[in-house]
């Protein structure tokens, strides 16, 4: 199945059908981590070819704005940001900065830090793979 495309302005929660689950790849072209997750989700939709892949790039800009499809699925700390998406729900999360169940992240100012630290996740194919198989 093909990698369905957005950008902020005109991804809308309409074009999903409720009762399918979808992998959301919240990524932005400017940013380095996105840019690599790229070739991993290409490398899943041709893996795994019923899964339902959507791109949504964001520009760092936008991640302050407030479009309606952002108030559904929570606040997003960091591009890229992976979301297991189905009957109107985040599932989980998958970011460099962690793994996350349900729609909510820690909050960033009382935990410890990953980019401090050097515990980002590399969001290499075997890592999306597993967190998908959670769901998918």
Same mark, same amino acid.
């Given at each position: 199945m093909?990698?369905?495309q957005?950008?902020?302005q005109?991804?809308d929660?309409?074009?999903?059908s409720?009762s399918?689950l979808?992998?959301l790849?919240?990524?932005?072209?400017?940013?380095s981590?996105?840019?690599?997750?790229d070739?991993?989700?290409?490398?899943?939709?041709?893996?795994?070819?019923t899964?339902?892949?959507?791109?949504?790039?964001?520009?760092r800009?936008d991640?302050?704005?407030?479009?309606?499809?952002?108030?559904?699925?929570?606040?997003?700390?960091?591009v890229?940001?992976?979301?297991?998406?189905?009957?109107?729900?985040v599932?989980?999360?998958l970011g460099?900065?962690?793994?996350?169940?349900?729609d909510?992240?820690? #909050?960033?100012?009382e935990?410890?830090r990953?980019w401090? #630290?050097?515990?980002?996740?590399?969001?290499?194919?075997?890592?999306?793979?597993?967190?998908?198989?959670?769901?998918f």
């Amino acid at each position: 199945m093909p990698i369905l495309q957005y950008d902020h302005q005109n991804f809308d929660f309409a074009h999903l059908s409720s009762s399918n689950l979808y992998l959301l790849a919240i990524q932005a072209e400017w940013n380095s981590f996105s840019q690599r997750l790229d070739q991993v989700l290409h490398d899943l939709a041709t893996a795994q070819p019923t899964l339902q892949l959507v791109q949504i790039d964001v520009s760092r800009d936008d991640l302050s704005q407030q479009q309606a499809w952002r108030q559904q699925i929570g606040k997003i700390h960091f591009v890229p940001t992976l979301l297991a998406y189905q009957n109107g729900q985040v599932l989980g999360r998958l970011g460099t900065h962690g793994q996350f169940v349900g729609d909510s992240e820690p #909050n960033y100012a009382e935990e410890e830090r990953p980019w401090e #630290n050097g515990t980002e996740i590399e969001l290499s194919l075997p890592v999306v793979s597993a967190f998908i198989a959670q769901y998918f």
